[in-house]
Structures are given as structure tokens and as C-alpha cells.
């Protein structure tokens, strides 16, 4: 499936994004478009205020009119009074309303109203003044009247005798009359009689009319004037009631049009707003629609992808699996020979060779071993992907590991000329808690490494506590090839090495480090790399420091022999030829063994057979070793006391847990030598702690062999009738592959040709038939479909066909 990117959360941000700006913009419109509704809203509210104090100035002014009318009719100070508090009121609400108008030019029509109200109130004034005066003229006329009168009485005058109110005169006609009744009194006799000559009363009074008809004249005169003042007055009243009148409608006019422009704005405001709303529902909804098709048709194809990824995945988990399995049954195939070869090369090594001998033992030693390196560099990389590998916490002797891993790959590589340089602080001398066993994995590989590519010089090994001594360091500094600065990151890399030439000259797989960068992670460490071409080459590893705080137990160590003596042991292995081996390991120690090729047959013998120790393999045909320690344990009559069983597999993918929770007492992991196989007897006979999963890694050197069937004879001690046991199950084994093999070849089960050729392979190593050797090894290769397996078939059969007529020989 192509890689596709998806931007679907991308997009969907986005769509959020995009609706919330929207949002946002709206928002602050509408806030904007709010802000000069509530300011238009104050405004028409403030504008019917004022229309509503200006209509009850109106009413005020119509009121003050009123009054005024009043005063002018009645002349009366009590209703003058009142006209003047009701202005003064008047003007006092003209301020108020100043102080909320808006415009210059309403505060000027405003003040002119008032200016007209005190106009006015003068105006009033100079009426009542007037209307004063024009009273003097009918006290004047009163006061002839009376003279006519009096002229029949002669006695003292008063001047309530000329106004029956003189109160009510104006000072100046209460002057004249009050003068001329003084004078009237004068001019009469103080007798008793009061009577005066007729020609002096006569003259009195025609005196006193002739005055009062002068000043009646004047006043007549004077009323003209004051009339002529009056209307005057009186059209300057109505003029300026009129101009009051309508500076107020001017007024009322200009708030009525203030308010009316306002409410207009208001309105549209208020569909401004609506526009906005509008607008920005349906530019919302067509994003929402524009979005969700969009994330639809995206989430249609994440889907697509998902069902597509899943299948990816699915595929992938299956090859993952089949990859796992591929590499467990390989593993087995092989761990299963190859623990052949090193049993059968130790037991060799035991008995009486010669020097030919031995060195012919020690290079298939190595070669066995040099094979088991690359097979265990392949499992533990699958492990490691797997997530699967086991980290133990022990306590362990730091000097002693470096010290006997260096020491051993040293002997290895003994021909070359090499100083090996150890310094490890004393500070580390104590015991630490961590893997030795993973440690000693990690140093292999770069020790080996340090060796391989060295040809002379030094290799200097240090180790030291950091500064903060939480950690502690490790360095394998060598004056060998080096590596290139734009290589360094390479050699990290699965199955990569620094060039071409490094695999054509030194072999390796190019696992090595990869595996070691990857266990050290997982041992929350870090690896480095130093390195100048040509020069050498510096690793350093740091390593998290825990100190062992436990109390160290004392042990006293035994003798194999002084325990491993006279036990008898069932073996079942379906590989004939390492059930032969185990046999023969334990009955060189004087042990009894019965030896079986399939479950099914020692779960028969059990019933009736008495014996002390089970070793079994696990993956075998029609009943694994799991199903057998099951039916063992479930058996009603047999002689199973919960004797210890061994498990012997060349499986990596299990833990311990596994294997003790099924009820095997330990586990051996394939290839193993005789003497694991003894001291993990002793150790379960002694209760010991039982080391799993035991296996030796040494990095060696691959030398060639030659035909011959000495050594085998040699490893069974001479022993003609274990020699032709062997040839026997060989040849039956080998000729069962045979046909199983045609079989394969024919079908075209490239897996199956592979798993046979690995099968049969390791005993015609034994016997070093490099020939048919060569044959096996080109039907290992994943490529056989470019290759004729016919013709192939042929060259194997007849060469097998040839071998088979010498070793029958050799069995008779």
C-alpha cells in the first residue's frame, strides 16, 4: 500500500479555525453595532425627555400667560406675585433643559426664552404702572363731584368726605386731593355757625372746580399717553407670548427631528444587525457543509486507509509470525546438530588423540562454535524485536567477567600479535547487581570485534566509576582498521557493516553491534563510538551501578563425580543423533540411561520403570515435551515422584516461567556441551540456583576439515557395535530424508527442501563429507528457483548412493 499523509486533522483545525474567526468577527460586529444601538437608545431616550420637558414648558408658558393676563386685568399685587414665582419656576426648568440639550443652537434658543420671560415680566410691570396712573384721573373726577356737593355744606372738609377709599389712590391723586381739602378747611370760618358770606363760598368753590378742572385736563392728557403706553404694551405682551410660543415649537421641532433622526438610526442599526446575522449564518452553514464534506470524503478515505493499514498490519503480523517461527524451527534445526558437533568434539577431546587429532577436534570446535555465534546473533536480534528478551538482576563480580571474556576470545586469537590491556578500578571490585550474562554478550561482540579487526598492536580494556558513581564505564580502545567518521553510524545498523570489504575479508552478519546498542538501551545504558581510519577504534559503554548489599553464602563445590554417580536417566530426543550423544555423555559417567526417540514410547516405560532423572526435548513430532509432562504427571500408576525433568530446546521466544509453571524443574538451551549438561545435573541435585538458558559464545575462526570416518570412531572409544548403531541410524535417517526430499523437490515446498537439507546436514559434517556437504548447503539457500534441484538431486543421490556402500561396508 502507498504511504499516504494524512492531513485530516489538519483540515478539521481548520474548519474550527475558520468558524471560530467567523464567530469572532461576528461577535464584534454585532458588539460594535450594539454599542451604537445603546447609544441611539440614550439618545432617543434623552430626546423624549427633552420633548417631554419642553411640553411642559408649554404647559408653564400657557400657564405664566394666564397670569399675566390676570395681573393686567385685575391690577392686583397678590396675582402679580404669583405671575412672578410661576416665571421664575419657569426659568428655573428653561436651566434644567439647558443642561441636556445637545446643540449650541438650542441653548441659544433657550436662552432667548428666558431673555423674552424677563422681557416680559418688565413688560408687565410698566402695564401695572400704567394702569396706576389712569386710576388718578377717577379720583380727580370723584373730587369735583364732591365739591359740587359740598357747596350746599359749609363745615370742615375731610378727604374721606372726596373718596370713600382713599387708599386705594395713587400717591400723586392722594397729594392733590389731600391739598385741596387743607385748603377748603382754611378758607372756613372757625364759627359755630360755619356760614360764610355767599360771594366767598361761591368763589371757593368755583376756585376748587376750576383747579380740579385744570388738573382734569392734565390727567385726560396724561390718560391719552398712558393709553397710547398701554397698547403698546399690550402688543408688545402678545408679540412676545408669540415669539415665547414659538422659539418652544422651534424647540420642540428640533428635539422631534433629533429623535426621529435617531430612531432612523436605529432602525438601521437594527437591520444592519439583522444583515450581519444573516450573513454570517449562511457563510456559516456553507463552511459547515464545505467542512464536512471535506472531513467526510477525508474520514471516507482514513477509513479506506484504516481498512487498508489493518490488512498491511495483518499481513505483516503473519509474516512477523511466520519470520518468528521460521527462525525458532531454523534455530532448532540447527542448535540440534551443532549440539552434535560440540558433545561429540568435547567427548573426543576427552579420549586419547593424538596431535593431528586434536588440532582436526579444535577446528570443528570452532567452526561449530563460530556457526552457533551466528545463529545466536539471529536469535537474539529476533528476541529483541520480539520484545521477548529477559533481563536478569544478579549479583556478579564485574573484573571477573571482562577478565574471563577478553581472556577467552585472547586464546582464540592467540597467533596474532596483540597486547591485551586490562585496568579496572578498584572501586568495582565489589560485587554489582545487573546480567553477566547479557554484559558478557556485549563485551564478546565488541571484544571479538576489537580482535577481528586488529592485526597487531594493543587492545586496552578500562572500567571506572562516572563522577556521580551512578553509572559505570566501560572502554575497548584498539589500534586496528578503524572506521571511516561517515561509516560510524553505520556499523549501528541491523545487518550493515562499515564497507564491502569488511564482509568479503572478516565474514560476520553485521548483527554484532546492533544487538549490543539495543540490549544496552534496554539495560537504560548508551553505547559510543570514538574512531579514526586507520588508527583504531574506541566503544564506550555506561551502564546504570547498583552495588550488591546482600550477604554473600558460601558454597562448597563438589566433584562432578562425588554425586553424578550410578542415576539412571530417560532421554528422548527425536534427533536420533543427539539422543546418541546425550546417552553417550551421561554413560561415560558410569550412568544407566534409557534412551527414547519419541514421547509416546517413555511415557510406557515409566509406568514400570524406576529411574531418577527425565531429560526431554520440546519440539518433537506427535507429543511435544510440554504434552508429555502433562500425561506424565496425569498418569495413575507409574513410578513419577516428582523426579526432576530437564528441558532440552533451541527455543528462544519462551522465559523460564514458562517452562517451571509447565513443571520442568530447568531448561538447557541448545547447543549445549556435556559439560552444561552435567553441572546443570548437579546443580538440581545439589538445589542449587540453576543457571537457564545456558550457552556459550566465543568468537572464532572458520577453518577447513577433511573426509574421514577416524574421528568419529575415536569419539565412541573404538567401539564397533556404538559405531555401527551410529551408521545404522545414519544411513536409515539419511535414506528417510531422501525420499521425503524427492518428494519436496517434486512439489516445489522450497520450505520443506530447506528444513530437510538443514536436517540432514549436520552428520555428514560429522563425518566431514564435504562434498555432500556442499550439495545440502545449496538447497539452504532462499533462492532455489533459479537453481536445478533435479540435476541437484541426482549429484546428492548417487554421492549419498556411493558414501552408503562404504559405511555398510564399515557395519559389516
Not at 375 to 392: M, N, P, R, W
Request: net charge neutral; glycine share 4%; aromatic share 8%.
Amino acid at each position: 500500500m502507498e504511504s499516504k499523509k494524512s492531513y485530516m486533522p489538519i483540515k478539521v483545525l481548520i474548519s474550527y479555525v475558520a468558524l471560530l474567526g467567523l464567530v469572532v468577527t461576528v461577535a464584534w460586529f454585532l458588539y460594535s453595532e450594539n454599542v451604537v444601538y445603546n447609544q441611539l437608545e440614550n439618545k432617543i431616550a434623552l430626546e423624549k425627555t427633552k420633548i417631554l420637558r419642553v411640553s411642559k414648558l408649554f404647559s408653564n408658558v400657557y400657564k405664566t400667560e394666564s397670569l399675566s393676563r390676570k395681573t393686567i386685568q385685575t391690577n392686583s399685587e397678590k396675582d402679580f406675585k404669583s405671575y412672578l414665582i410661576e416665571t421664575d419656576s419657569l426659568k428655573s426648568r428653561i436651566d434644567t433643559l439647558k443642561q441636556i440639550v445637545t446643540t449650541q443652537y438650542q441653548k441659544t434658543l433657550l436662552d432667548s426664552v428666558t431673555y423674552l420671560l424677563s422681557e416680559k415680566t418688565e413688560n408687565i410691570r410698566q402695564l401695572k404702572t400704567i394702569k396706576n396712573k389712569a386710576e388718578d384721573e377717577v379720583s380727580v373726577n370723584t373730587a369735583i363731584d364732591e365739591i359740587t356737593k359740598m357747596e350746599f355744606k359749609l363745615r370742615k372738609l375731610e378727604i374721606q368726605d372726596f373718596t370713600k377709599n382713599p387708599n386705594d389712590l395713587g400717591s400723586y391723586q392722594r397729594n392733590v386731593l389731600q391739598q385741596y381739602v387743607d385748603y377748603l378747611n382754611q378758607n372756613i370760618p372757625d364759627d359755630s355757625t360755619n356760614t360764610l358770606s355767599k360771594q366767598a363760598s361761591d368763589s371757593i368753590l368755583a376756585n376748587s372746580k376750576k383747579l380740579l378742572s385744570n388738573v382734569k385736563l392734565k390727567a385726560e392728557k396724561k390718560k391719552e399717553s398712558l393709553n397710547f403706553e398701554e397698547n403698546k404694551l399690550l402688543k408688545n405682551e402678545i408679540a412676545i407670548s408669540e415669539q415665547l410660543r414659538k422659539v418652544l415649537r422651534i424647540i420642540e421641532r428640533e428635539i422631534i427631528i433629533n429623535s426621529i433622526k435617531n430612531n432612523s438610526l436605529k432602525e438601521k442599526s437594527l437591520k444592519k444587525v439583522n444583515e450581519i446575522v444573516t450573513v454570517s449564518a449562511i457563510i456559516g452553514l456553507l463552511l459547515t457543509i464545505v467542512f464536512s464534506i471535506i472531513i467526510v470524503s477525508d474520514y471516507s478515505k482514513s477509513q479506506l486507509y484504516k481498512k487498508q493499514l489493518e490488512i498491511a498490519n495483518f499481513k505483516t503480523k503473519n509474516l512477523l509470525k511466520s519470520r518468528e517461527q521460521l527462525i525458532s524451527t531454523v534455530s532448532h534445526d540447527l542448535k540440534t546438530p551443532l549440539s552434535t558437533i560440540v558433545g561429540y568434539s568435547e567427548l573426543l577431546d576427552n579420549s586419547d588423540i593424538n596431535t593431528k587429532q586434536s588440532y582436526f577436534i579444535r577446528n570443528i570446535k570452532n567452526s561449530s562454535e563460530y556457526i552457533t555465534q551466528l545463529v545466536q546473533d539471529l536469535l537474539d536480534f529476533s528476541q529483541i524485536e520480539a520484545g521477548k528478551i529477559t533481563i536478569e538482576k544478579v549479583p556478579f563480580l564485574l573484573p571477573e567477567i571482562i577478565d574471563e571474556v577478553a581472556k577467552s576470545i585472547q586464546t582464540v586469537y592467540k597467533e596474532k600479535n596483540i597486547d591485551l590491556i586490562i585496568n579496572v578500578d578498584e572501586k568495582l571490585n565489589a560485587k554489582i547487581v545487573g546480567d553477566p550474562f547479557r554484559l558478557k554478550q556485549i563485551l564478546s561482540n565488541i571484544i571479538g570485534n576489537a580482535y577481528k579487526f586488529t592485526e597487531q598492536g594493543f587492545i586496552r580494556i578500562s572500567a571506572y566509576l562516572e563522577e556521580e558513581h551512578n553509572f559505570f564505564v566501560i572502554t575497548i580502545e584498539d589500534s586496528g582498521i578503524g572506521i571511516e567518521k561517515e561509516n560510524q553510524k553505520l556499523v549501528f545498523e541491523e545487518f550493515a557493516q562499515a564497507n564491502e570489504n569488511i564482509e568479503k575479508k572478516y565474514g560476520g552478519t553485521g548483527l554484532g553491534l546492533s544487538i549490543c546498542q539495543k540490549i544496552i538501551f534496554i539495560l537504560a545504558g548508551k553505547l559510543n563510538l570514538e574512531s579514526t581510519f586507520g588508527k583504531g577504534s574506541k566503544f564506550e559503554i555506561t551502564l546504570p551501578l547498583l552495588f550488591d548489599t546482600s550477604m554473600p553464602a558460601e558454597k562448597s563445590v563438589k566433584p562432578l563425580n562425588t554425586i553424578l554417580n550410578n542415576l539412571t536417566f530417560i532421554v528422548i530426543d527425536d534427533d536420533t543423533n543427539l539422543l546418541n550423544l546425550t546417552s553417550g555423555v551421561l554413560k561415560q559417567g558410569n550412568h544407566h540411561v534409557l534412551s527414547f526417540n519419541n514421547a509416546i514410547d517413555a511415557l510406557e516405560a515409566i509406568e514400570n520403570t524406576a529411574f531418577d532423572f527425565i531429560i526431554t526435548d520440546i519440539q518433537m513430532p506427535e507429543m511435544d515435551g510440554f504434552l508429555f509432562v502433562k500425561k506424565l504427571k496425569n498418569l495413575p500408576d507409574s513410578l513419577y515422584k516428582n523426579q526432576p525433568i530437564i528441558a532440552l530446546t533451541g527455543r528462544s521466544d519462551l522465559d523460564i516461567s514458562v517452562y517451571t509453571g509447565a513443571g520442568f524443574t530447568t531448561v538447557i538451551k541448545k547447543p549445549y556441551s556435556p559439560k552444561v549438561l552435567l553441572e546443570t545435573i548437579l546443580h538440581v541435585l545439589e538445589n542449587n540456583s540453576i543457571p537457564s538458558f545456558t550457552n556459550e559464545q566465543i568468537h572464532i575462526k572458520k577453518s577447513s576439515k577433511i573426509y574421514t570416518l577416524k574421528g568419529l570412531k575415536e569419539f565412541l572409544g573404538n567401539d564397533k557395535k556404538a559405531l555401527k548403531e551410529v551408521l545404522k541410524s545414519f544411513i536409515s535417517s539419511t535414506e528417510e530424508n531422501l525420499i521425503f526430499l524427492r518428494e519436496a523437490i517434486n512439489a516445489k515446498n522450497y520450505s520443506e527442501i530447506n528444513s530437510i537439507a538443514h536436517r540432514a546436514m549436520p552428520m555428514f559434517k560429522q563425518i566431514q563429507a564435504d562434498e555432500i556437504v556442499e550439495i545440502l548447503k545449496n538447497m539452504e539457500e532462499e533462492n532455489l528457483e533459479s537453481i536445478d534441484l533435479k540435476a541437484l538431486f541426482e549429484s546428492l543421490e548417487t554421492k549419498t548412493g556411493m558414501l552408503f556402500t562404504v559405511l555398510k561396508k564399515e557395519i559389516l
